[in-house]
């Protein structure tokens, strides 16, 4: 069950996985109508190692398409450019919360101030950004985000609370195994209210921001006082 994933995260990892229930466990390893599927759902612990995590970013579950679930909290798998000479790219636009997120930064680095429509997008030089959804994935790695959502797959909007009851002792688990490291929690909406009940979360410092969903995101100041110095667009 837990294959490819950094070795400082292995023991950790195979110690959440003892919480699920049997049956669970079985829909889990038998690969059941789900995504992403099982040799995918633990992307972000490939490719960010527990000792170069400084942050935890958790969203709700995966996409709920599975081109765009690719394991990681918050990278669309479907958004391939970020921009496009009329402003950000259409995957990008028809995304509401990664477009917000990418004109917060925008305002974070001076580039967009009180308009925040498609044409003043548009009127940005942006060749010296990255380009690509891959490059935001790796660059909040770079600054230790690991991006998790508190299910980790999704296999349709009926089921979707299962999925999240069944995640949420793997999550308490994680918590709990984590809790003497110096890593901080970043709790977007609905998901700061639902991770502030979990007794094994109190020992984290808690950044509580509103979803990216919201058009008040772009200029909430916690928001530019977090990620700013990130440079995530560069």
């Not at 639902?194 to 969903?213: G, N, S, T, W």
Request: net charge negative; charged share 30%.
């Amino acid at each position: 069950m837990i294959s490819n994933v950094h070795s400082s995260w292995q023991d950790i990892l195979e110690d959440c996985f003892s919480v699920f229930d049997d049956e669970y466990l079985e829909f889990l390893q038998k690969d059941s109508n789900y995504f992403p599927d099982k040799e995918n759902f633990l992307n972000a612990f490939k490719t960010l190692p527990l000792d170069q995590t400084k942050y935890i970013l958790f969203g709700q579950d995966p996409y709920p398409r599975e081109e765009s679930a690719i394991g990681y909290a918050f990278i669309d798998g479907k958004v391939k450019t970020l921009f496009s000479e009329h402003g950000l790219s259409k995957e990008v636009n028809r995304a509401t919360s990664l477009r917000n997120f990418i004109k917060m930064l925008l305002v974070c680095d001076g580039k967009l101030k009180e308009d925040f429509s498609k044409e003043a997008v548009s009127k940005i030089d942006k060749s010296k950004y990255i380009q690509t959804i891959h490059s935001l994935r790796e660059n909040f790695e770079k600054n230790g985000v690991l991006l998790l959502n508190m299910a980790l797959v999704f296999s349709s909007k009926e089921e979707s609370k299962k999925h999240i009851k069944a995640w949420r002792d793997f999550v308490h688990k994680f918590l709990e195994l984590l809790c003497d490291k110096d890593i901080e929690l970043i709790l977007f909406g609905k998901i700061a209210q639902d991770v502030e009940k979990i007794d094994e979360a109190r020992c984290f410092k808690k950044h509580i921001l509103p979803h990216p969903y919201n058009i008040s995101f772009i200029t909430d100041p916690k928001a530019h006082e977090l990620f700013k110095p990130m440079n995530l667009l560069y």
